[in-house]
């Protein structure tokens, strides 16, 4: 029934930047918490940005004042700018959503940071 599909994935040199798009279901959208997590080889996935049903938001210590989290409410879409890519942000995406007490995952979109 809830579907969420990411895109916007790809290689970019350090410094650069991307946008990570995730098309969610219409009829969750208003009211569930959507969120980026990602995970790295060998490591835990983490979360990396969410935004609630309104506006507030919340990142992870290692995003802040790079990442930032919006939502197009017309669209049923919720975005990652990603801004001063490094390496050490080279992981699988993945876009979540919290709705009724029951979480939902995208298929995740590979960011590589590379020179």
């Known amino acids: 029934q809830v579907q969420l599909v990411e895109s916007g994935g790809g290689l970019v040199q350090p410094g650069g930047s991307l946008r990570l798009s995730c098309a969610a279901s219409g009829s969750i959208f208003r009211t569930a918490s959507m969120g980026w997590y990602r995970q790295a080889p060998g490591s835990q996935r983490e979360l990396v940005a969410r935004?609630?049903?309104?506006?507030?938001?919340n990142y992870a210590a290692s995003v802040k004042g790079r990442f930032t989290i919006s939502k197009d409410n017309t669209k049923n879409t919720v975005y990652l700018q990603m801004n001063s890519l490094q390496p050490e942000d080279t992981a699988v995406y993945y876009c979540n959503a919290q709705y009724s007490g029951k979480v939902y995952w995208g298929q995740g979109t590979q960011v590589t940071v590379s020179s």
């Open positions: 935004i609630m049903s309104g506006i507030a938001t």
